[in-house]
């Protein structure tokens, strides 16, 4: 990927160094935990048999091998991702399975040059909150979709309504230097979470009929505290800090989170909430 071609360059970074090799190593697991969302999503956006669909943020490709399911060999998918860990895997894993014509690019889906007027539709599971222009992210993914096409993407809801996230981030800060929350405008993990920012976002990058379904679910984030505290540590935004805390620091961070997740530990695991918005939105 030539730098001119990206914008989101802190982003890559990220994406591409600790936090990339991460999402690699703990893909079966991450997988367990999203798959409810992104089948929420992906049954949403009903892809129907020979459609191309463009994927954002593909990650590793379950989704991408997902959607591949959806419109058979007469489709095509183009996934898109700006992490070379996470898309060298996402590739890896195609080659070893995928029947349908999917193609990965190593891009940044806010100014890569998608073919005009291509897609059928665009999907996305918690791929698209990290742009540091949404507004200009969103109109370039437009600009792919042939008129009367449409997106749904899946992206976190609020703060709050996320304790499997809120709770051990907030045991954690005991220990770790956990950076703030960036503003509400900042790239992130919950810079979707405001219904009426979405809705602006899209409106201006000049999509229509926008929809926000709510969807939230209780789910398992281990099979006891301890797992749990070892698997978030590694996963949610505490996996840089921890990764690279001393091992004293680690051990008492994952002390503090393991107390404060235990009341939730039941026989399904540790249960805790999940909130996201199911988004969708038409090209006119
Ligand atoms: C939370 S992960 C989700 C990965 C995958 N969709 C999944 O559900 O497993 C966010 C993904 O979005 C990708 N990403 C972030 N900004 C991007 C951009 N500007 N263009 C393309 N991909 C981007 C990251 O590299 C990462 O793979």
């Known amino acids: 990927m030539s730098e001119s071609t990206i914008a989101n360059q802190e982003q890559r970074e990220f994406w591409s160094d600790i936090k990339g090799d991460l999402w690699v190593t703990l893909q079966p697991r991450i997988d367990m935990m999203l798959a409810a969302f992104g089948n929420k999503a992906l049954d949403t956006l009903d892809p129907q048999s020979g459609e191309r669909i463009l994927e ?6 379950t989704t991408t091998l997902a959607l591949g399911e959806r419109v058979g060999v007469s489709g095509e998918i183009l996934a898109a991702d700006l992490s070379q860990p996470m898309i060298n895997k996402a590739i ?30 665009v999907y996305s599971r918690f791929g698209v909150m990290f742009f540091d222009d949404p507004v200009a992210a969103f109109s370039n993914i437009r600009q792919a979709v042939r008129p009367g096409g449409r997106m749904t993407y899946v992206c976190w809801a609020d703060r709050k309504a996320n304790p499997w996230i809120r709770i051990p981030a907030g045991a954690a800060k005991a220990f770790l230097d956990l950076p703030a929350p960036p503003p509400d405008d900042a790239p992130g993990q919950f810079s979707m979470e405001n219904e009426g920012r979405v809705q602006q976002i899209l409106h201006d990058a000049g999509w229509t009929d926008i929809g926000l379904e709510r969807f939230t679910i209780d789910g398992s984030i281990g ?3 301890a797992d749990a505290a070892s698997f978030i540590t590694k996963m949610g935004p505490m996996s840089e800090p921890f990764a690279l805390a001393d091992l004293d620091t680690q051990n008492k961070t994952l002390q503090v989170i393991e107390e404060a997740l235990t009341p939730y530990a039941n026989d399904s695991g540790v249960v805790l909430g999940f909130s996201t918005w199911i988004v969708s939105a038409m090209q006119t």
């Not at 954002?56 to 490709?61: E, F, P, Q, S």
């Not at 080659?95 to 059928?120: R, S």
């Open 92 to 121: 890896e894993r195609a080659d070893l399975g995928a029947q349908h014509p999917i193609t990965f690019v190593e891009v940044d889906a806010q100014v890569h040059n998608f073919p005009t007027a291509m897609f059928d539709a």
């Open 56 to 61: 954002i943020g593909c990650g590793t490709g």
């Open 223 to 225: 099979s006891d505290a």
